[in-house]
């Protein structure tokens, strides 16, 4: 079965971090590029970050740059996605998937999409 499962969501006050997990099961996280995404209510996806499939190249959003780190650990077939300093507008569901790609290119496509998991930014 193919699965693209996050987790890691919450509540957290502004300031605050969370760590996001997305694992994969039933293919090979290392042969694509992932990327993490982000629904805020009433707004359009957003691309947040995007790791390449060996992890040595990733790339961030300004929205976000310098307060969010993509990693992946292909051996465990898992992607994170590390949020510091979180703030309000951080708020809404974070979305993984996966490129039909090794690399990051919206033009390729996605094969697999995760479900979601709700972040939370408020005191």
């Known amino acids: 079965q193919l699965q693209f499962v996050e987790s890691g969501g919450g509540l957290v006050q502004p300031g605050g971090s969370l760590r996001l997990s997305c694992a994969a099961s039933g293919f090979t996280l290392g042969s694509y590029a992932v990327g993490w995404f982000r629904q805020a209510p009433g707004k359009e996806r957003e691309g947040l970050s995007c790791s390449e499939n060996s992890g040595t190249s990733t790339g961030y959003a300004d929205s976000v740059k310098g307060r969010f780190t993509i990693s992946r650990d292909n051996a465990k077939n898992t992607v994170y996605l590390e949020m510091n300093n979180l703030k309000p507008e951080d708020t809404g569901v974070y979305y993984c998937?996966?490129?039909?790609?090794?690399?990051?290119?919206?033009?390729?496509?996605?094969?697999?999409w995760g479900q979601g998991t709700q972040v939370t930014v408020s005191s």
């Open positions: 998937a996966a490129y039909k790609s090794m690399w990051c290119s919206t033009h390729a496509g996605y094969a697999y």
